[in-house]
Nanobody
Framework: QVQLVESGGGLVQDGGSLRLSCTASGLTFNQYTMAWFRQAPGKEREFVASHVHKDGSTYDASSVKGRFTISRDIAKNTVYLQMNNLNLEDAAVYYC?????????WGQGTQVTVSS
C-alpha cells in the first residue's frame, strides 16, 4: 500500500519560513518524480514545484521561484519543500504527489496559514 505522509505545515507570519516534508512508503522512491501542489480556498489546485527522479532537475512555479526550494533525500524516502519569505498568497493546503509513467499517488495534505 502506497502512502505519502506530509508534515511541517502550520501558522507562520508574513515573511516567515516553513519546511514541509513528505515521506513515501510502498513504492520505489527513486523511480518517481516528486512534486508539490497547493490549493487555496475557492481556487483550483496548482503546481508548486517538482523534482525529477531521472536527472534530479527541479521546476518551480513562477509565483514561488526564488523563495521555495524542493529537494529529495533518497535514503529517507522523503521530499522537502523549503518555503522562505512566505506571503498571504501562499496560504493553502499543500499536497505531495509521486508521479510515474504509469501511476500517481497523493498525500492527504498539510495546511499552511500565513498571518499578516
Amino acid at each position: 500500500q502506497v502512502q505519502l505522509v506530509e508534515s511541517g505545515g502550520g501558522l507562520v507570519q508574513d515573511g516567515g519560513s516553513l519546511r514541509l516534508s513528505c515521506t513515501a512508503s510502498g513504492l520505489t522512491f527513486n523511480q518517481y518524480t516528486m512534486a508539490w501542489f497547493r490549493q487555496a480556498p475557492g481556487k483550483e489546485r496548482e503546481f508548486v514545484a517538482s523534482h525529477v527522479h531521472k536527472d534530479g532537475s527541479t521546476y518551480d512555479a513562477s509565483s514561488v521561484k526564488g523563495r521555495f526550494t524542493i529537494s529529495r533525500d533518497i535514503a529517507k524516502n522523503t521530499v522537502y519543500l523549503q518555503m522562505n519569505n512566505l506571503n498571504l498568497e501562499d496560504a493553502a493546503v499543500y499536497y505531495c504527489t509521486a508521479i510515474s509513467t504509469y501511476d500517481d499517488y497523493w498525500g492527504q495534505g498539510t495546511q499552511v496559514t500565513v498571518s499578516s
